[in-house]
């Protein structure tokens, strides 16, 4: 009777540890599908003028394994910059790092530079991070006076891409139209990783901001009235000094 109940035990345990390594083959945490199930994405600009902020927030799904590493890849246009400067006391704050592609010239106006890349690389205390939210302040260059009367001249902004690695998941199943590209591992930029990009369904287009321009029309009455003003303003301050150093 002993051996007998010996072996229904075993065969018992040896049955529950066949059907938990099925189990776990059969759930792929490296399955893409399994990623972009709830993973969302949206970007919000706040505040009017030249001077904006970005906030951008990023929902992973549930199913994204542990130690997932999150990068936000902007595409931003010469009609705005960011100014490393400020971003430099910012960093202090927390939450995020972020690597410029290029030096950024602060003075240039829209029409005399081009456009940059942005890495934002989120450091949130969690390991496994399913809600990611920051801002970063961007600014408007001055651009060119409109030759045709306009006042206001518009910059797209568009959403940056959701990139994803992971170092358990080398061979991620592809999923067109997502395909995996290299960026930056780290905000060092010591070296390069293969990331996955993540097409995310977007309701709206790009944020279009409006930024004021001059009037390219008024230059000659601008320039000639400031000229006849200086002009003006010369001979009465040379009479007035002349008048001075007589009397006295």
Known sequence: MYWVRLTFVLTCLATCHCLIEKDEKEVDYCDLKLWLESTSL???????????????????????????????????????FIDPYQLASLKHQGGWQILLDSAIDLEVPAHKTSGF???V??????????????????????????????????VDIHAPELLLQNDKCLHLNSLEPNTVVDAP????????????????????????????????????PVCGGTLLVTMICCVVLTKYICTHQTMY
């Not at 970007?43 to 990068?71: D, M, W, Y």
């Open 117 to 119: 890349v942005s890495y």
């Open 42 to 80: 949206s970007v919000e600009i706040s505040k009017q003028g030249f001077h904006r902020e970005v906030t951008t927030t990023v929902e992973l799904s549930p199913a994204v394994p542990s130690g997932v590493r999150v990068l936000l890849v902007y595409q931003w246009p010469r009609g705005v």
């Open 121 to 154: 690389y989120p450091t949130p205390a969690d390991s496994t991070p399913r809600r990611v939210k920051f801002t970063i302040p961007i600014h408007g260059r001055y651009h060119e006076p409109s030759a045709v009367g306009k006042t206001f001249t518009s």
């Open 185 to 220: 591992c780290t905000v060092d930029n010591s070296s390069t990783c293969s990331w996955f990009k993540i097409q995310y369904y977007q309701k709206h287009g790009p944020k279009k901001l409006q930024f004021p321009v001059g009037d390219g029309s008024m230059v000659i």
